[in-house]
C-alpha cells in the first residue's frame, strides 16, 4: 500500500515538463527532510487541518473498532456486574474469565474451533497446490485446449455460489459427503479465483528465466518447483491467507452442509450459541472473541499480504 | 526458497548473455538441442492436463455441474430425497403469486439500492481521510480493516448485541435522553440496520481499493486546481471523482453483485425466519429455507436461484453500461 512508486511516477512526471528538472530519487529524501507532517507535496500541512484529521480519524476508530472492545469488555464482565448499565460502564468492574469456561461448558467451543483450524488448514493447502499447478499450466505450458480451461476457470469465477448451494448440497448427498468435514472442505477447494490469481502471477514472470532452465535440461516439473514457484511467493501468500480468512470465516455453506453438531464449525457452533443462549449475552460475547481472535492476531502480522490480496483479487467477497 | 530462484536468475542471465541472445523470444525450441526438445514435447502434451486436472475436476463438480443442474432442477419438482419430473414454467409461474418470492425479491433490491451509494461514496472518503502519510496512519488504516477480517457470523452477532433493546446504542440514547430505539424488532429498522452492518463491514475493503486507486491521481491536476482556486470540495468533485471514476465502477460492480446476494447479516439480525412474519426474508434466505431440510423443495428453490442469476447478470450489466454512458 504504499504510495512510493507512483509517487515517483508523477513527479518524474512533473519533473519532465519543469524548467528545472529534479531528479525523482531524491524526492524521498528531501520529504523526510522536511519531517512527516507534510502532504505529498512536501508542503508542511496546517496545524488546523492536521487537527481535524486526527479528529475524523479518531471518531472512526471509535466507530470500525470500538464494537470488537465493546463485546470484548462485555466477555470479561462477571455475572454479578450489570451489563446493561445507562449510562453504559465501558471497563468491567471485576475482569473474569469465568464466561469463556461457561461456553465450554454449553457448547464444544474448543472442538468447533479444531474443526475450523483443520478445514481452514486444509484449505490452505488445496488452494496453494491446486490453484498453483493450474495456474502455472494456464500461463506457461503450451497444450490444445488451454484456451478452453481458462474460460472454465472464468466462467466459474462469475458464478454466484449462493445460488447454487442447493444443487452443491444435492451433489454433495449423492458423493455421501454432505454432513463432513470433507464437505464442508470441497466446493472452495480450489477456487477459480485463486487459479486466475496465480496465472496472473506467472504471466508477469519474465519468461527467459525458464527458458534457460529449459535449455539447462530441467523438466517443466523442476522449472515449476525449483523457478516459478519460488518466484510468486507473494501471490502465493495471498492465497493462502485469503484462503484460510474464506474457510474460517464461511458461514452459508457448513450451515447448509453440517447437520450434526459434533461436526459444527466455530461459525455454526457461534449460531447455534446464538440462536439458543440468546439471552446470555456475556455467553455469546465470549464464544465471538473467540472466533475473532486468531483472525485479528494473524492479520496484525501479515497486514501486508492482506491489503495486496485486496488489490490482487479484488473480486473477492 | 530464496537461493534456486536467484541461481536460476544468475544461470538465466548466462544464457541470456551466451550464444544467441537475440533468440530469446523465439521459444525455447531453438535454442534446445533435438534429443531434449523432443523429451521436452512429450511432457508438454501430459504434463499440463496434469497440473490443471485438480482444479478443473473441483471447479466442474462443485462449480460447473451444480450451476447447470440448478437451471435443469428450476423446471423440475425435484425434492431432497424424491426425484423430480419436468414441469416445464410452473415453478416461475408459481413464484409469480408466492408473496414471499415478492418480499425477498423487494428486501434484496433494497439492500442494492442503500448498500450500493453507500459503499461507492463512503470508502471513498474514509481512503482520503487515509491517504495523507501523517504520524500512525498503518496504524488506522489496520484498524479500518479490522471488521473485514472477522467473520461474518462475529459481526453480525456483535451487532446484534449493540442494538439490542438493552444494548450499547441504546443504553447511550438513552443516557442523551433520546427514548430507545427497536432496532431489532422493527421490520423496517432491522433491514436498515443489517445495511448499516454490510456497509460497516464492507468500508475497509473498499477503502484499500480506492487507495491504490488514489495513488495513480496524478499530483499536478491537484495543484493546477489548487492555483485555480478550487476549494476541496471542488477539487474531490472535478478532480479526485473523475480520475478514480474507473474504480468506483468496479466498486459498484462488485458491491452491487454482492448486495443482491446478502444472507448472512440478515439471517444472524433478524433471525432465520426473517424478523417479523419474515418481512425481512432476501431471496438468498429465500432459497436457503425453501431448499434444505428433508422435505426441501429442491425444484422451487432453483427457480429463486435462476432470479438470483438472471438478476446478478443485470446489475453487472447495467453498472457497465452506465460506465460507459459516461464515458460518452
Redesign the interface.
Known amino acids: 500500500?504504499r504510495?512510493q512508486p507512483?509517487?515517483d511516477a508523477?513527479?518524474a512526471?512533473?519533473a519532465a515538463?519543469e524548467e528545472t528538472p529534479r531528479k525523482s530519487r531524491t524526492k524521498p529524501a528531501a520529504r523526510s527532510r522536511r519531517g512527516?507532517?507534510a502532504?505529498?507535496?512536501g508542503r508542511r500541512?496546517p496545524l488546523w487541518e492536521?487537527a481535524l484529521?486526527?479528529t475524523?480519524?479518531l471518531v472512526?476508530?471509535a466507530?470500525?473498532?470500538g464494537?470488537?472492545l465493546?463485546?470484548l469488555s462485555?466477555s470479561l464482565k462477571g455475572p454479578h456486574e450489570n451489563i446493561?448499565?445507562?449510562?453504559?460502564s465501558f471497563l468491567p468492574s471485576d475482569p473474569t474469565l469465568h464466561n469463556y469456561e461457561r461456553v465450554a461448558d454449553t457448547i464444544p467451543v474448543w472442538d468447533y474451533a479444531l474443526n475450523s483450524l483443520k478445514v481452514a488448514a486444509a484449505n490452505v493447502f488445496?488452494n496453494c497446490?491446486?490453484?498453483a499447478?493450474?495456474g502455472?499450466?494456464?500461463a506457461r505450458?503450451?497444450?490444445r485446449g488451454?484456451k478452453a480451461?481458462t474460460l472454465?476457470?472464468i466462467?466459474?469465477m462469475l458464478?454466484?455460489?449462493?445460488?447454487?448451494?442447493?444443487?452443491?448440497?444435492?451433489?454433495m448427498r449423492d458423493l455421501e459427503l454432505n454432513n463432513t468435514l470433507i464437505g464442508v472442505l470441497?466446493?472452495g477447494?480450489?477456487s477459480?479465483l485463486n487459479?486466475l490469481l496465480m496465472r496472473n502471477a506467472f504471466l508477469n514472470l519474465?519468461?527467459?528465466?525458464?527458458?534457460?532452465?529449459?535449455?539447462?535440461?530441467a523438466?517443466?516439473?523442476q522449472r515449476?518447483f525449483?523457478?516459478a514457484l519460488?518466484?510468486v511467493?507473494g501471490t502465493l501468500a495471498v492465497v493462502a491467507i485469503f484462503a484460510f480468512?474464506g474457510a474460517?470465516?464461511?458461514?452459508?455453506w457448513p450451515?447448509?452442509v453440517l447437520s450434526d453438531p459434533d461436526k459444527f464449525t466455530?461459525?455454526i457452533g457461534?449460531?447455534y450459541l446464538?440462536?439458543t443462549f440468546a439471552n446470555d449475552?456475556r455467553l455469546?460475547?465470549a464464544?465471538?472473541v473467540i472466533?475473532?481472535l486468531p483472525?485479528?492476531v494473524?492479520?496484525?502480522c501479515l497486514?501486508r499480504y492482506?491489503?495486496r490480496g485486496?488489490?490482487e483479487g479484488?473480486?473477492k467477497? | 526458497?530464496?537461493s534456486?530462484?536467484a541461481a536460476?536468475?544468475r544461470?538465466?542471465g548466462?544464457?541470456?548473455e551466451g550464444p544467441a541472445p537475440q533468440k530469446?523470444g523465439t521459444?525455447?525450441r531453438a535454442?534446445?538441442g533435438r534429443r531434449?526438445a523432443r523429451?521436452?514435447r512429450r511432457?508438454?502434451?501430459t504434463?499440463?492436463?496434469l497440473?490443471?486436472a485438480?482444479?478443473?475436476v473441483?471447479?466442474?463438480?462443485?462449480?460447473?455441474?451444480?450451476?447447470v443442474?440448478?437451471i435443469i432442477?428450476s423446471f423440475t419438482d425435484k425434492r431432497?430425497l424424491v426425484e423430480g419430473k419436468y414441469v416445464g414454467l410452473a415453478n416461475f409461474r408459481e413464484l409469480l403469486h408466492d408473496d414471499m418470492f415478492w418480499i425477498g425479491l423487494r428486501n434484496s433490491t433494497l439492500y442494492v439500492l442503500v448498500v450500493v451509494p453507500a459503499l461507492v461514496v463512503l470508502p471513498l472518503l474514509?481512503a482520503l481521510?487515509?491517504?495523507?502519510?501523517?504520524?500512525g496512519i498503518t496504524f488506522?488504516?489496520?484498524?479500518?480493516?479490522?471488521?473485514?477480517?472477522?467473520?461474518?457470523?462475529?459481526v453480525g452477532?456483535?451487532?446484534?448485541?449493540?442494538l439490542?433493546e438493552?444494548g450499547?446504542v441504546?443504553?447511550?440514547l438513552?443516557?442523551v435522553g433520546a427514548g430507545k430505539v427497536g432496532f431489532l424488532s422493527d421490520q423496517w429498522l432491522l433491514l436498515f440496520s443489517a445495511m448499516g452492518v454490510t456497509v460497516?463491514k464492507?468500508?475497509?475493503?473498499y477503502m484499500?481499493?480506492y487507495?491504490?486507486a488514489l495513488?495513480?491521481v496524478?499530483?499536478?491536476l491537484h495543484?493546477a486546481a489548487a492555483v485555480d482556486g478550487a476549494g476541496p470540495v471542488r477539487r474531490f468533485l472535478s478532480v479526485t471523482v473523475p480520475a478514480v471514476r474507473s474504480t468506483m465502477v468496479?466498486v459498484a460492480a462488485?458491491s452491487s453483485?454482492?448486495a443482491f446476494?446478502v444472507?448472512?447479516e440478515v439471517y444472524?439480525m433478524a433471525g432465520?425466519t426473517g424478523g417479523p412474519a419474515g418481512e425481512d426474508t432476501t431471496l438468498?434466505m429465500l432459497?436457503?429455507r425453501t431448499?434444505?431440510g428433508l422435505t426441501?423443495r429442491?425444484g422451487y428453490?432453483?427457480a429463486i436461484?435462476?432470479v438470483?442469476?438472471v438478476v446478478?447478470v443485470a446489475l453487472m450489466l447495467l453498472v457497465l453500461r452506465a460506465d460507459r454512458k459516461e464515458d460518452a
Open positions: 500500500m504510495t507512483t509517487d508523477a513527479s512526471a512533473v515538463r512527516r507532517v502532504d505529498e507535496n500541512m492536521l484529521r486526527y475524523l480519524l472512526m476508530l466507530l470500525m473498532i464494537p470488537f465493546w463485546q462485555t446493561f448499565s445507562s449510562p453504559p488445496t497446490v491446486g490453484a499447478l493450474a502455472y499450466a494456464l505450458l503450451r497444450y488451454r480451461a472454465v476457470f466462467l466459474a458464478v454466484p455460489v449462493e445460488g447454487i448451494i442447493i444443487a452443491q448440497f444435492t451433489t470441497l466446493p477447494c480450489i477459480a487459479v519474465p519468461y527467459e528465466v525458464e527458458e534457460a532452465a529449459f535449455v539447462d535440461g523438466n517443466v516439473w515449476f525449483r523457478i519460488p518466484a511467493k480468512m474460517w470465516d464461511d458461514f452459508l450451515l447448509i466455530l461459525t457461534l449460531n446464538h440462536g449475552e455469546v460475547a464464544g465471538t472466533a475473532v483472525l485479528i494473524l492479520f496484525a497486514q492482506f491489503f485486496v488489490g479484488a473480486v467477497g | 526458497m530464496k534456486p530462484a536460476a536468475a544461470t538465466a548466462r544464457a541470456a530469446s521459444g525455447p535454442a534446445a531434449p523429451r521436452i511432457q508438454l502434451v504434463s499440463p492436463w497440473f490443471a485438480p482444479g478443473l473441483i471447479v466442474g463438480v462443485f462449480i460447473l455441474y451444480p450451476f443442474s440448478t432442477n431432497q474514509l481521510l487515509v491517504q495523507k502519510q501523517i504520524p488506522f488504516r489496520s484498524a479500518f480493516y479490522t471488521p473485514v477480517v472477522a467473520s461474518i457470523v462475529v452477532l456483535i451487532w446484534v448485541w449493540m439490542d438493552r450499547l441504546n443504553a447511550v438513552e443516557a460497516w464492507g468500508l475497509g475493503y484499500i481499493i487507495l491504490a495513488a495513480n496524478p499530483r499536478e495543484e468496479l462488485l453483485v454482492a446476494k444472507f448472512s444472524l432465520p438468498v432459497v436457503q431448499g434444505t426441501g429442491v428453490a432453483s436461484s435462476v438470483i442469476f446478478t
